[in-house]
């Protein structure tokens, strides 16, 4: 890459003019705040980010390659549905229907019982 006045960015004289004092008394600051921080010289930040985006590529996960995923044996799947339908015992679902049906007349002598107690109220009040 050609830069404009022909300076190297990683050229570390190109820094040497920065006032390393302000770099030194924050690097003292983060210091303070925690013990697991790692002070990095200036003179190395640049060659640090090239060694990082250098393996950048190695250090990306894409998954499984493409070939293993178009692999899957599907040949049970079918049995594995079909198991599905048969979770709850054809003994259990009779149990239930029957259930049910009973639940409904049930609330159908329930119902049958609240009309005849409205009857009966109303009987009451016009016999008194």
């Known amino acids: 890459q050609d830069i404009p006045g022909g300076e190297d960015p990683t050229?570390?004289?190109?820094?040497r003019g920065i006032d390393r004092?302000?770099?030194?008394?924050d690097e003292l600051q983060s210091a303070g705040s925690s013990a697991s921080d790692v002070s990095i010289e200036v003179?190395?930040?640049l060659k640090i980010l090239k060694?990082?985006?250098r393996d950048f590529d190695k250090l990306r996960d894409d998954g499984p390659p493409k070939e293993i995923l178009d692999v899957?044996?599907?040949?049970?799947d079918g049995e594995y549905?079909?198991?599905l339908t048969h979770v709850?015992?054809?003994?259990t679902l009779k149990?239930?229907?029957a259930l049910g049906a009973a639940l409904l007349e049930y609330h159908k002598v329930l119902t049958r019982r609240a009309e005849l107690l409205s009857e009966a109220t109303i009987l009451q009040k016009q016999n008194s």
């Open 81 to 83: 549905w079909e198991a």
């Open 72 to 76: 899957r044996d599907n040949s049970k």
């Open 43 to 45: 003179d190395n930040v």
């Open 51 to 53: 060694e990082f985006l």
């Open 11 to 15: 050229d570390p004289a190109r820094y």
């Open 88 to 91: 709850i015992p054809e003994r």
């Open 95 to 97: 149990l239930w229907d």
């Open 21 to 25: 004092s302000r770099f030194q008394r």
